[in-house]
């Protein structure tokens, strides 16, 4: 049973809105392009693992959670975490492909693109086992002891794996059922699974990145402004009376200024003003900008022109 179901990451979101929103010709393009395909890569190879997950009948009455962010001694930001029958299973998903060489003294992950580029990563037994430890000093908090299993997956068989020692199991997701069954057999059903899902569910937390301007060190300035057109994907669109039109297009839509405003919460900033609306919407008149954002309905703070309206409630991670 899914319990958290697959979300993308708030940083591949982020990025996605921080490239499209820079030109091409800003210093940090290519590498926050870079980034973004990298972040895509890994949220496409969790996808895919837990549609397998979901479709393995042996876990029906199992907890499956994806992107797990608990309070610890250790960061811990598990990308799935199943509950079974007396025991928790952590899965630390890798969706690389060319050649990887785990390496150990010191442990990395060396990665040959099929291009013949090289490049280091921290080998993920580290992460996982980083991972287990927290998970067991949060369960230690909550009065609770249960055994922790971990598993690296690389979801997709485009990858050539070289290990130099054994170590925590590093898997295939086609070999996930029968790694999970092994431990499944060997134990019962016990009222802590649910005990278990209901501390988490408690417990869990929120980890973003934003704004992503000051994250990466980007001046606001740099970003381009107006409304995005979903359609061709061309900037400018004209606010009408009812509508937003593009005239690259021709498209229409009603409410095209509220990914606009997602991406001023997530690019620079929590809250926002009705000067900083028209400036970023490209709007002229503070009139039609006040409109849009009270019809909205978001918390505001301050009066008249000293409003401020809180826009994390836009934001949809979806």
């Avoid at 070999?175 to 069954?181: A, I, N, R």
């Avoid at 039109?245 to 919460?265: F, G, K, T, V």
């Amino acid at each position: 049973m899914i319990i958290k179901p697959f979300a993308p990451s708030p940083l591949t979101i982020g990025l996605q809105a921080l490239v499209t929103r820079l030109q091409p010709t800003h210093p940090q393009y290519q590498n926050l392009q870079q980034e973004q395909k990298i972040k895509e890569a890994g949220d496409f190879g969790e996808h895919y693992v837990m549609k397998e997950l979901r479709q393995t009948t042996l876990l029906i009455d199992c907890h499956i959670f994806h992107n797990v962010i608990l309070p610890s001694v250790l960061p811990m930001q598990i990308d799935i975490l199943i509950i079974v029958p007396n025991a928790i299973i952590l899965l630390e998903v890798k969706n690389i492909r060319g050649t990887v060489h785990l390496k150990n003294d010191p442990r990395q992950l060396i990665r040959t693109s099929e291009s013949g580029e090289v490049h280091v990563f921290t080998h993920p037994e580290i992460q996982l086992e980083q991972y287990i430890q927290g998970m067991k000093h949060f369960l230690d908090t909550q009065n609770i002891s249960i055994p922790i299993y971990g598993a690296v997956v690389f979801p997709f068989n485009n990858v050539n794996i070289h290990r130099e020692n054994s170590g925590l199991p590093i898997l295939m997701a086609k070999e996930l059922p029968l790694f999970l069954h092994k431990h499944i057999e060997k134990s019962k059903e016990t009222s802590t699974m649910n005990e278990i899902k209901h501390i988490i569910l408690s417990h869990l937390r929120d980890r973003t990145p934003f704004p992503l301007c000051q994250y990466y060190q980007i001046e606001g300035s740099a970003l381009r402004r107006g409304v995005h057109c979903e359609n061709c994907g061309q900037f400018g669109m004209k606010k009408l009376k009812t509508v937003w039109h593009c005239q690259s297009c021709q498209h229409r839509c009603p409410d095209a200024h509220i990914q606009a405003l997602r991406d001023y919460y997530m690019l620079v900033g929590e809250t926002i003003t009705n000067h900083e609306c028209c400036d970023f919407l490209t709007i002229e008149s503070g009139h039609v900008a006040k409109r849009i954002l009270q019809k909205l309905q978001l918390p505001r703070s301050g009066s008249n022109k000293n409003s401020r309206y809180e826009l994390s409630g836009l934001y949809v991670n979806r």
